[in-house]
């Protein structure tokens, strides 16, 4: 049975402003372990260290051009994706999601069809620091995530505040709900279950492509680490649910249940090596965003880096303000039915 081993980068829980992290993603490899240690070792045959580390790696500028024979490697001759997303976003999409698309839905207006609300989302992104200011902008993130956390009249009213503060009315048919305090919005803030954990999205994209990948039924291994606990919970709940129905997110993603994913395993990566590829695949692609943002710097050149990636090798969430290129790519999309879908069957 294929093996999928995978490992994470840049998980913070429901906190998606953290500075220091502002990207999070997941990598997967179809490889055996065998083989993984045979890449290793031709390719770091030197190496000390018990494990093989992509931080502790790319930080000597002499192992950049032996990361990057890996990772050409790894992607020309193995099954293989990796997921990133820009958190920022992802919480500026779910700001539209909760706080913005009831308001709309009650009054007959669908902003989930052909990926309206990531629409949406990208506009308040990209123009909310100038319109608003990055201070202003900033707290009313903040206070959204807030109020998703502590569903309390206090944290309400910090929200409604953090959109009146600002010069709301120049994105009034966004931050308009927001504003004006609109109840049918804070009812779905203030929904049991509802939070602004990123470990769903990461793992719904991840796996809808190892579905598309695997033929048969196959299995996945990752590490112990503490950020992938959460991991864990939901991979074993998508695994469990045997209902049959199936979700087309864009014109070339889709999530079908039953999977034909069985089983999740925990491992030490010191003791697998291919689990171990897969922490310099997301680290790399984690390095190579940061940089891209001016976030870091010194680490692999990230157009090196994402020019080994094919098209079905690497899925990324951010801003899209080509909203017809945006419409054409999420033609048909049903994510309302999706999001309702997970809430009531995986979310506690």
């Known amino acids: 049975m294929t093996c999928y081993r995978i490992d994470e980068s840049g998980y913070t829980g429901f906190d998606l402003i953290n500075a220091d992290q502002r990207f999070q993603g997941a990598s ?30 790319s930080r000597r500028p002499g192992n950049h051009e032996r990361l990057l024979r890996l990772l050409r490697d790894i992607h020309k001759d193995f099954e293989c994706v990796t997921y990133v997303c820009d958190k920022r976003y992802l919480l500026t999409l779910m700001l539209v999601d909760y706080a913005v698309e009831p308001f709309y839905y009650e009054r007959g207006h ?54 009146k503060n600002i010069d709301w009315r ?68 998508f695994i469990g649910h045997h209902d049959e129905i199936e979700f087309q997110t864009t014109e070339v993603a889709s999530l079908k249940f039953p999977l034909k994913l069985t089983e999740v395993i925990q491992v030490d990566s010191k003791l697998s090596p291919a689990v171990q590829l897969a922490d310099i695949m997301i680290g790399a692609a984690i390095e190579g965003a940061s940089m891209m943002a001016g976030l870091r710097s010194g680490g692999l050149d990230p157009e090196e880096v994402y020019s080994i990636y094919s098209d079905d ?23 309302s039915e999706m999001i309702d879908y997970f809430s009531r069957h995986f979310f506690d």
């Open 110 to 163: 669908d902003l989930y069809v052909d990926g309206r609300t990531y629409a949406m989302a990208s506009l308040l992104y990209t123009a909310g620091p100038t319109f608003f200011g990055h201070e202003g902008f900033g707290e009313l993130l903040t206070a959204f995530q807030l109020a998703v956390k502590e569903k309390s009249p206090l944290s309400r009213i910090r929200l409604v505040s953090a959109a």
């Open 313 to 335: 090798q690497f899925i990324h969430m951010s801003p899209m303000i080509d909203f017809e290129e945006n419409r054409r790519f999420r033609k048909g999309s049903r994510s």
């Open 28 to 57: 997967a490899i179809a490889i055996e372990n065998d083989e993984a240690a045979r890449l290793i070792r031709e390719h770091f045959p030197r190496l000390q260290a018990g494990e093989l580390k992509y931080r502790s790696l």
């Open 170 to 237: 120049q994105l009034e048919e966004i931050l308009g709900p927001v504003a004006m305090a609109c109840p049918d919005c804070w009812q779905a803030i203030a929904t049991p279950g509802v939070n602004t954990d990123a470990a769903w999205i990461v793992l719904q994209s991840l796996i809808s492509r190892m579905e598309a990948m695997s033929e048969e039924p196959y299995r996945v291994e990752h590490d112990q680490s503490k950020n992938l606990v959460a991991y864990n919970a939901l991979i074993k709940k």
